[in-house]
């Protein structure tokens, strides 16, 4: 169970830099999942490390052994592809066993090698089938499979999951996770679904535009994001972020007057965030499940329902609340979600009330790094 | 509205028929006219033979059709197998490549498609009889090569680039060095345009005649076109046996085409793109 | 920027572009040595007077130039390559792309029986092709002849190709014979590139019939008509084999086309200096319809 480790990584083409300078180092055994917008440099990462693409300067270290500029079959890793990338002239077994094949080792030793991995993938009554004759499930564990018999120090996986149906895909998660459990193998994951980055990580790599934003264990990254790319990243529906302004500050006190809103927030800063000034123009944010039933002590809002997504036992609720909006959201209207955890009977245009309970608020200065975080409730 | 998608039809289906016919006719008249005795072709210009004769066929045999089918059969032999592996190699470096120095090499082989070989008789003659190389059907292979590497690159190259790269990708992992990526892998997967590409060539080096014509001036080297035009003068009365000899030149081809239809059709559809 | 993979001649980057290197050797080799020297040489040679065994070149500047083009045969030459490229291109590429058409929509029965012996003489060498022509048209025992006896009318005096006026006619029904199976295919195959969900899309925006046609058939095959029109005109300028065997450029050099009379000039008057210059004159004229043809079917 070997470490896998990034030191300062830069990867550029002639005209642009994909990758800016990352490090990071996977423990023995961790699960790691880079998660990033499209174009953020993840893949190009995830690709470096298999060989398949040359860095520009940095290092890549598998248990201290620099593979830097080893052969992509050198370095001890394998890599399940997106779209499964089997050979469709060799049968399952074929495929499972080239890369040992090529290896030049013995027939019996492939064999065996394949068939312990069928074994733990229960594809055995597949094996001398061609992949043209499997579904995309069965091509996907063959895939895996093909990894697995290499045995290798570090698994990579280029959105491997991305070709499958919600169903098979939501069953390989958690089908991921047990192979993960069996085999202790250190993994590298790329995906931009932040569902499969939340439920399988050891810790989550959080990528954007050629940099690392965080790196942390998906309840950390989730409940301290260190700032609002981060926040806005994960979770779902998106973190609701309401622009405000310091109107006062004292000590590790400060005061905003949000837009939209008549009441001031008094929030406390974390103790390492250094106080903004009087005037400065801040974020809030607010998680679409912390609007409250209203309980004394918060704040309500009077709107209207916009939009109502029944999503069976859970509701989402796009609320329409005058001058309080969320802003950077994907739909340009500024309705606020809010997240009921039981079915709701409202329709579009109904009236609403949103309590909001003030403790609930994230608070990030005007670069986007965080400024507070709210306590988390056990 | 029936009857007159009725009549349309049938208008259509006559347009076809008209034109099936006019293409049949004349390769009919080659096999009708290679059983007929001399006397009916000169008596009976329309009538169908009298008696299956092979007389023809014999006759055309004696003077030396088998020796052309031969060289013939060598000549597009190794002609297409040398077309095929050089243009796939050549192509395939050419489009995993990405630097402009490469891109200009791909022209520059491409516009080799541009020059007909009518234009570069004189110097092909030159360069040939210079090297001694007169003469000779392993000489002639070399030029229809030449030849036919442009438009198969083209060919091959279109498919290369089209070819799943995570195939490739994969094999590396798998640790196929850059040759057995392409011997292992991709060559394996490259059936349909392998078979496109050298059926087409084959047809081309079969019937080529005006390098035929220059380089191979002694019979006894001569493939099927050239050989069969030089018997002209001396056998010219002999109708037919020179259509028996034209259609023993004929048959492998249209037996090929029937039977790989589909080839033709892909490699043609590719000069669309 | 420097690379840190460029570590010496061994490099693993190094031996990549060796390997590539030797890949690629062959097939440049062959297209230089055989094609793309010979037609700098043939420019070059274009400038000099010698024969086939001589190794004695006179420079004659432009003079070869100057001799085509005060030598009448010559411009027959080019005015009957130009009669068979129009032609060919009307002949051929209309009634490939009206058959196509045909095949594509209008009929389904017998479909694939038309289209495979339609495409034959495709396939059929230009030797033969010439030789059963020469055969129907033969004064004598042609079958021609005897189908326009039959019918009552008088068949050309001189022969069908022995008569100028006639010749390059037949030519042209030759050619078409041959080629427009492949005309076809080519159209059929742009014809059914062609997505069913875009003439339902046009429908449903109210174009049917010829507005369909206009807007998304032509659009559709527009590159393929292109490739099509310059495949026959370049295969109307390279024209040989046909010419040679059915008439041999005669009678009087009527029919004479660049090709023949470059290969008469050259290799039965021994004038390869000449034969270089109207090579060159064709080469240009193919070069050009390539840089067409290329530029064309890039647009769209």
């Known amino acids: 169970m070997p470490s896998l480790q990034i030191d300062t990584v830069v990867k550029s083409y002639d005209s642009f830099t994909a990758i800016k300078g990352v490090s990071f180092t996977a423990e023995p055994g961790e699960f790691i999942v880079m998660v990033g917008p499209s174009g953020c440099g993840k893949s190009t990462l995830l690709r470096s490390i298999a060989g398949l693409e040359t860095i520009t300067s940095g290092a890549i270290r598998i248990d201290g052994r620099d593979i830097t500029h080893a052969e992509p079959s050198d370095r001890g890793v394998a890599m399940v592809f997106q779209n499964y990338a089997l050979y469709p002239h060799m049968t399952v077994a074929e495929n499972m066993g080239f890369a040992l094949k090529m290896a030049g080792r013995p027939k019996t030793e492939i064999a065996a090698a394949v068939a312990k991995a069928a074994k733990i993938l229960r594809i055995e009554e597949h094996l001398h089938k061609t992949p043209k004759q499997l579904s995309g499930g069965q091509k996907q564990r063959v895939a895996i499979g093909r990894a697995i018999t290499r045995a290798p120090d570090v698994f990579l996986f280029d959105e491997p999951l991305s070709n499958l149906d919600a169903a098979l895909r939501s069953q390989m998660r958690v089908e991921l996770g047990r192979l993960h459990a069996e085999l202790k193998a250190t993994m590298v994951y790329v995906t931009h679904d932040q569902t499969e980055a939340m439920t399988m990580a050891t810790r989550i790599v959080v990528m954007n535009a050629g940099l690392i934003e965080q790196v942390g264990s998906p309840l950390d990254l989730y409940n301290r994001p260190r700032n609002r790319f981060v926040a806005g990243f994960l979770g779902s529906p998106r973190m609701n972020f309401i622009k405000g302004r310091i109107v006062a500050a004292g000590g590790r006190t400060v005061t905003i007057m949000a837009e939209g809103l008549t009441m001031p927030i008094q929030l406390q800063i974390e103790p390492d965030a250094d106080v903004p000034a009087v005037g400065d123009v801040v974020t809030l944010g607010l998680r679409a499940e912390t609007f409250g039933t209203g309980a004394p002590g918060q704040i309500a809002v009077p709107a209207r329902v916009a939009v109502v997504e029944s999503l069976g036992r859970e509701t989402l609720i796009y609320a329409d609340a005058g001058n309080l909006r969320t802003f950077d959201s994907e739909s340009q209207d500024g309705y606020l979600a809010a997240h009921r955890s039981s079915q709701v009977m409202l329709r579009p245009g109904d009236p609403l009330t949103l309590s909001i309970d003030p403790a609930a608020f994230y608070l990030f200065d005007r670069n986007g790094e965080t400024l507070r975080f709210p306590p988390v409730s056990s | 509205m029936t009857s007159r998608y009725r009549l349309v039809s049938i208008g259509l289906h006559l347009v076809m028929s008209v034109w099936t016919l006019f293409v049949l006719a004349p390769l009919c008249l080659m096999f009708v006219a290679a059983f007929k005795s001399q006397a009916d072709i000169f008596t009976r210009p329309l009538g169908l033979p009298r008696t299956l004769s092979f007389a023809a066929f014999e006759r055309a045999w004696g003077i030396g059709i088998g020796g052309f089918l031969f060289n013939s059969v060598v000549v597009t032999a190794l002609s297409v197998t040398l077309i095929v592996v050089v243009s796939a190699l050549a192509a395939y470096v050419l489009a995993r490549a990405s630097s402009r120095r490469m891109q200009a090499l791909y022209l520059l082989i491409v516009a080799g498609f541009a020059v007909p070989v009518q234009s570069v008789l004189v110097p092909l003659y030159q360069l040939v009889s210079a090297a001694g190389l007169l003469n000779s059907q392993i000489a002639i292979v070399i030029p229809y090569a030449a030849y036919g590497i442009p438009f198969t690159t083209m060919l091959f190259y279109a498919f290369f680039l089209e070819f799943p790269r995570e195939l490739e990708e994969a094999a590396r992992l798998d640790g196929c060095s850059r040759f057995q990526v392409f011997w292992r892998i991709v060559l394996p997967l490259s059936g349909p345009v392998v078979a496109s590409a050298a059926i087409f060539q084959a047809v081309f080096n079969w019937n080529e005649f005006i390098l035929a014509l220059m380089l191979l001036t002694e019979t006894r080297v001569r493939t099927l076109p050239v050989g069969i035009y030089g018997l002209i003068g001396q056998y010219s009365a002999d109708w037919p046996a020179l259509m028996a000899g034209l259609a023993i030149a004929t048959v492998p081809l249209l037996i090929v085409f029937v039977a790989a239809q589909r080839h033709f059709v892909r490699s043609m559809s590719g000069l669309g793109k | 920027m420097t690379d840190v993979t460029q570590q010496g001649p061994l490099s693993p980057r190094g031996r990549r572009d060796m390997l590539s290197g030797a890949m690629l050797l062959p097939a440049l080799a062959l297209v230089s040595l055989f094609i793309l020297a010979p037609a700098v040489y043939a420019i070059v040679g274009s400038f000099f007077e010698f024969t086939i065994t ?247």
Do not use: H
């Open chain 3, 54 to 300: 001589s190794r004695n070149w006179v420079f004659v500047g432009f003079g070869n130039y100057v001799r085509a083009a005060g030598d009448p045969v010559f411009w027959t030459a080019l005015r009957n390559n130009a009669f068979l490229i129009v032609g060919s291109a009307i002949t051929q590429v209309g009634l490939g792309t009206i058959l196509a058409a045909i095949l594509d929509r209008g009929v389904r029965r017998g479909n694939a029986i038309y289209r495979t012996i339609i495409f034959m003489p495709v396939v059929v060498s230009s030797i033969a092709v010439a030789f059963v022509w020469i055969l129907i048209l033969d004064p004598n025992v042609g079958p021609l002849n005897a189908i326009v006896k039959s019918l009552g009318m008088r068949p050309p005096k001189l022969g069908w190709l022995g008569d100028p006026q006639i010749s390059l006619w037949m030519l042209l029904v030759i050619a078409a014979w041959q080629n427009v199976g492949f005309q076809m295919i080519l159209v059929l195959a742009g014809l059914q590139s062609i997505p069913k969900e875009l003439y339902e899309a046009a429908a449903l925006d109210g174009a049917k019939g010829l507005r369909a046609f206009r807007y998304i058939t032509l659009p559709g095959i527009r590159n393929v008509l292109i490739v099509g029109t310059l495949i026959t005109v370049v295969g109307g300028l390279k024209v040989f084999d046909l010419v040679f065997v059915t008439t041999g450029g005669g009678p009087a050099n009527a029919t004479q086309v660049l090709g023949t009379y470059s290969y008469l000039q050259a290799f039965r008057l021994g004038n390869m200096g000449y034969a270089n210059a109207m090579s060159v004159v064709l080469l240009a004229i193919a070069v050009l319809f390539g840089w067409l043809q290329l530029r064309l079917s890039r647009k769209a």
